[in-house]
C-alpha cells in the first residue's frame, strides 16, 4: 500500500494556461504515487519575477499571501514549476531575515486579505518531492513505460541557489539525471542545464532570450540528446513553442521534442500512452 503525502498545489502561472499539458499529467502521476493534492482556491500569481522589476515587495506580498493560504491548511506548498519555486523561496527567505519587511508585508496582508504568513509552510518542487520523499525505487518499481531515450534535463537557473534546490547540488544538480535513469531513459550530460532562457524577457528582449534559448537546446543536442525534459513550466514555453524561431534568429540547431517534468514521470508511469507513443515518433522524425 502507498504510502499517502500531502500538499497545498500551486500550478504556477502557466500550467493551466499555455501550458495544459502538465496540469494533465500531475493529476495522474500524483495519484499512482499517493501525492494528494489540495487546492489553493484564492491562489493568486506569484509575479512571475514580472512584477518585481517594479515593485519587489509587491510580489513578495503577493507570494507571501499564497503562502499564508497553504500555512492554513497546515501543509507545504508543492509546484511543478522552478521559476515558481524559487520566487517562494525568496520571498520566504526575505520575510525570515528581514523582520521589518516581514511586519510591513502582513500588515498589508491583514488589511486586505484576513490573512498572515508565518513561516510555517514551505515551498518544494516536484522533483524534490519525487527525489526525496517519494523515492526513486518505488518510483522505479511502478514504471509501465520505460522511456529508452537520450533525455537532457533542464533546470533552469531559479531553484539551482542555496535554499531552494533542497538536498540538490546547488551548482551541479542530479536529482533529474537520476530520475531520467529510474524511468528507463538515459540521462545526457551537458553545460547549460542550469541557465537562464529569459523567460520573464521574452516580451521585452525577445532577440537575447531566443539566443539564450537557442544555446541551452543546441548544447543538449551535441551533446547526443534525443529529447529534452524541463522541471520549469515557465521556461519550457521558450525552449518549446519558441524554439524554431530561437533557431532563425541564432543559427543553432534547436530541433528537439522539449516536456515538461510531470509529462516524462506520467508517460512512464502509464498515464496518456497516446502521447507518449507521439513523442517518440518526433524523437524518430527529428532525429532522422
Do not use: W
Request: aromatic letters at 4%; proline letters at 3%.
Amino acid at each position: 500500500m502507498i504510502k499517502m503525502v500531502k500538499f497545498a498545489y500551486y500550478p504556477g502561472n502557466v500550467a493551466r494556461a499555455a501550458s495544459i499539458e502538465v496540469e494533465d499529467c500531475i493529476q495522474p502521476l500524483c495519484s499512482t504515487l499517493g501525492i494528494e493534492l489540495i487546492e489553493i482556491p484564492k491562489a493568486t500569481s506569484d509575479g512571475g519575477n514580472i512584477i518585481s522589476q517594479a515593485s519587489t515587495i509587491l510580489q513578495h506580498t503577493l507570494v507571501a499571501r499564497n503562502m499564508a493560504l497553504a500555512e492554513e491548511k497546515g501543509l507545504d506548498m508543492i509546484t511543478t514549476c522552478a521559476t515558481s519555486h524559487g520566487i517562494h523561496c525568496d520571498t520566504i527567505d526575505a520575510m525570515n531575515n528581514d523582520i521589518s519587511l516581514k511586519s510591513k508585508i502582513n500588515s498589508t496582508l491583514s488589511q486586505v486579505s484576513g490573512v498572515e504568513f508565518h513561516g510555517e509552510s514551505n515551498s518544494k518542487h516536484l522533483l524534490h518531492v519525487l527525489v526525496e520523499e517519494i523515492g526513486l525505487d518505488k518510483i522505479k518499481s511502478l514504471v509501465k513505460n520505460p522511456i529508452e531515450l537520450k533525455v537532457a534535463g533542464y533546470y533552469g537557473p531559479n531553484m539551482q541557489k542555496e535554499g531552494a534546490s533542497s538536498e540538490d547540488n546547488v551548482f551541479n544538480p542530479q536529482y533529474l539525471e537520476q530520475l531520467i535513469s529510474a524511468l528507463g531513459g538515459t540521462p545526457v550530460d551537458y553545460d547549460l542545464k542550469c541557465q537562464s532562457v529569459g523567460a520573464p524577457s521574452l516580451l521585452t528582449n525577445q532577440s537575447s532570450t531566443l539566443r539564450m534559448t537557442a544555446a541551452v537546446l543546441d548544447d543538449a543536442k551535441e551533446n547526443g540528446a534525443q529529447l529534452m525534459v524541463s522541471a520549469c513550466t515557465l521556461s519550457h514555453s521558450n525552449l518549446d513553442t519558441y524554439q524554431v524561431k530561437a533557431g532563425r534568429i541564432s543559427g543553432k540547431d534547436t530541433s528537439m521534442p522539449v516536456i515538461h517534468l510531470a509529462e516524462l514521470v506520467a508517460f512512464a508511469l502509464g498515464h496518456h500512452r497516446d502521447r507518449f507513443a507521439q513523442l517518440k515518433t518526433r524523437v524518430i522524425v527529428i532525429g532522422s
